[in-house]
């Protein structure tokens, strides 16, 4: 069992069909036994994601609404939600300018640089960070995580 940290540009393939969505969708067995964390922004980012694939049908909307009912249903339940509080987003400031991250994309790393900390702090495997992201996962790399892209699976 591994505990896996999605970002929003991986978190979308498990609701529409992409290169990697298999690979997702393997993570997401319940009999894997893994724990997947998300910040809890994600959840709007893939919203939007989802939505305009099917208003520039490349998803159909019958598709695009499934995956919604499903995203709300496992946001808290099947996906543990990091918080965005006021010193995470100081801690994302900060990594938006070490590493030249876009905005939601230093408070996504920001969310799991917290998350992995209070694992490791109750002596919890360190979390994998997974994006579809080069210049993101980069970024990971750099503040220590292992890292995953399902666009490689």
Same mark, same amino acid.
């Given at each position: 069992?591994?505990?896996?940290?999605?970002?929003?540009?991986?978190?979308?393939?498990?609701?529409?069909? #992409?290169?990697?969505?298999?690979?997702? /969708?393997?993570?997401?067995? @319940?009999?894997?036994?893994?724990? /997947?964390?998300?910040?809890?922004?994600?959840?709007?980012?893939?919203?939007?994601?989802?939505?305009?694939?099917?208003?520039?049908?490349? /998803?159909?909307?019958?598709?695009?609404?499934?995956?919604?009912? @499903?995203?709300?249903?496992?946001?808290?339940?099947?996906?543990? +939600?990091?918080?965005? @509080?006021?010193?995470? +987003?100081?801690?994302?400031?900060?990594?938006?300018?070490?590493?030249? /991250?876009?905005?939601?994309?230093?408070?996504?790393?920001?969310?799991?640089? #917290?998350? %992995?900390?209070?694992?490791?702090?109750?002596?919890?495997?360190?979390?994998?960070?997974?994006?579809?992201?080069?210049?993101?996962?980069?970024?990971?790399?750099?503040?220590?995580?292992?890292?995953?892209?399902? %666009?490689?699976?």
């Amino acid at each position: 069992m591994a505990a896996y940290f999605f970002d929003s540009s991986a978190l979308v393939k498990r609701y529409a069909v #992409e290169t990697g969505t298999v690979w997702m /969708l393997g993570l997401f067995r @319940r009999a894997a036994g893994h724990r /997947l964390y998300v910040a809890r922004i994600t959840g709007v980012e893939v919203t939007a994601a989802l939505t305009r694939k099917a208003r520039g049908h490349k /998803l159909a909307p019958d598709v695009a609404a499934r995956a919604l009912v @499903r995203l709300r249903r496992e946001l808290g339940r099947r996906l543990r +939600l990091a918080e965005i @509080r006021p010193a995470l +987003l100081t801690d994302a400031m900060t990594l938006a300018e070490k590493h030249g /991250l876009r905005g939601y994309d230093a408070v996504q790393l920001a969310s799991a640089v #917290e998350a %992995n900390n209070e694992r490791v702090r109750v002596g919890l495997a360190p979390l994998v960070f997974v994006a579809a992201d080069s210049d993101l996962l980069a970024a990971a790399v750099a503040e220590g995580f292992m890292t995953e892209n399902p %666009n490689n699976h």
